[in-house]
């Protein structure tokens, strides 16, 4: 009887197996109900969710390596920060100087058959901006605490854009320039425990300075004379080859770095500039770089974060300051919501704070505020009046890996909107 029972029970089940089979489509899979535009439009803010955190994950461990903006011409960053032993990858950013930016990268870990790092990049971009260059070595070599590497290459900037020297430039004065040239330096680095580094340096930078090219304001060289006519715009028709030393001490005690809840980063830098144009025109300079960060939580992941920084040229006597090589605040990284260079001169005093929050999982939002001055001379000259400010905020998207803000700023007469791999401080 009990096999009777189980013959029927198979029956069963095989019989509902089929009736089953039978509502399959033809590529084997069960039919899903039909979805209709409701369905889409509530799938809008998952997918909107998710997209940083794919940007971010290719950005930091694939195909895509996100253009980072540098107004120092010999500094390279290290370009790859992944596990893959060696690569050729797409090279792919945006920038409202630059335009968009294409170009290719090729990463090996064991250059010439040695286990010392090789790095080798070229972009071009839709402004012409123009960039290619190689770095042999690393910060950490064979695992141990010290590190070196080798800069050379070559690139062409174009619209790099120019408003005056000193704290009352007017944005209605903007013109552009460009300029080109080659640069070679060598790094050496040695680590101070897990979280600290000193670094020496030494380059060489030749700046071939040409008309802009952003041809709705003043771009030639002569206009811009002409325009700042009262201003020491020394290298504007000048060839220079320069060179540079600096050491740079740095230290980082932030807890949970991607997403700081307390703690702080420290940096102080000192580099001398020298060289000469062919009017036998002397170039000697110290300049002088401190910022200072912390980050003070206030309840449940609710954190305050302030930083300090600050810069000072020093000119030796008889020589020039290029106009190029002055101090600068504006951009995506200090008096945020002003164009990149906005103000210039021989020195300047800048204060960020920004308050955190947690939004869901690994995304926060922020309000921001920056203020920032120029001087002619920080050490003397130094007063609180007239500071520039600017207000904003954003969303932050981290991972252990690193940090993407998408970030709104809003400066007296202008503002700003940023895509960066990393946040101000």
């Known amino acids: 009887m009990r096999t009777a029972e189980l013959i029927v029970g198979v029956i069963w089940l095989l019989t509902c197996g089929i009736a089953r089979a039978g509502d399959a489509d033809s590529s084997g899979g069960v039919q899903k109900p039909p979805r209709d535009a409701l369905d889409y439009i509530l799938a809008v803010p998952s997918v909107a969710l998710k997209a ?42 945006y920038k409202a100087r630059t335009g968009l930016t294409l170009g290719a990268a090729y990463f090996t870990r064991s250059a010439f058959g040695s286990d010392i790092p090789l790095s080798l990049r070229g972009t071009y971009s839709t402004n012409t901006y123009r960039f290619a ?14 590190g070196a590497a080798v800069d050379g290459g070559w690139r062409a900037d174009t619209r790099e854009r120019f408003y005056g020297i000193g704290p009352g430039s007017s944005r209605k004065d903007q ?88 703690g702080g980063a420290a940096a102080v830098a000192v580099t001398y500039t020298m060289g000469e144009g062919r009017a036998d025109t002397a170039v000697g300079f110290w300049r002088v770089h401190g910022d200072v960060s912390h980050f003070f939580e206030l309840f449940h992941e609710r954190v305050i974060g302030v930083r300090l920084t600050a810069e000072h040229i020093e000119p030796d006597p008889g020589t020039r300051v290029p106009f190029y090589e002055l101090a600068k605040l504006g951009g995506s990284q200090l008096l945020r919501g002003y164009k990149t260079g906005r103000f210039r001169d021989r020195g300047y005093a800048a204060l960020s704070l920004e308050y955190r929050w947690p939004l869901w999982r690994r995304i926060d939002a922020l309000l921001l505020s920056d ?7 920080l050490l003397r000259d130094f007063e609180f009046s007239d500071f520039r400010s ?33 946040d101000s401080f």
């Open 371 to 377: 203020h920032g001055r120029v001087f002619h001379d």
């Open 133 to 146: 260059a190689a770095r042999l070595g690393d910060r950490r070599l064979h695992g141990s605490a010290y």
């Open 175 to 262: 013109s552009n320039y460009g300029y080109r040239g080659g640069f070679a330096a060598l790094h050496l680095y040695r680590a101070l425990g897990e979280r600290g580094e000193v670094s020496l340096s030494g380059g060489w930078r030749r700046i071939d300075p040409e008309d802009g090219r952003l041809q709705r304001i003043p771009h030639d060289r002569d206009s811009i004379a002409a325009r700042f006519a009262g201003q020491d715009l020394y290298g504007l028709f000048e060839r220079l080859d320069l060179y540079d030393l600096g050491a740079q001490v740095a230290g980082d005690w932030r807890e949970r770095p991607p997403s700081p809840l307390g």
């Open 52 to 93: 940083p955190f794919w940007v971010l994950g290719a950005a930091v461990s694939g195909p895509v390596v996100l253009v980072e903006e540098s107004t120092l011409p010999h500094r390279i960053e290290r370009l790859f920060a992944f596990d893959d032993p060696w690569g050729i990858y797409p090279v792919v950013g």
């Open 390 to 422: 600017s207000y904003g905020g954003g969303l932050r998207f981290w991972n252990n890996a690193g940090h993407l803000a998408l970030l709104v700023a809003k400066g007296t007469d202008e503002w700003g909107f940023y895509i960066n791999f990393g």
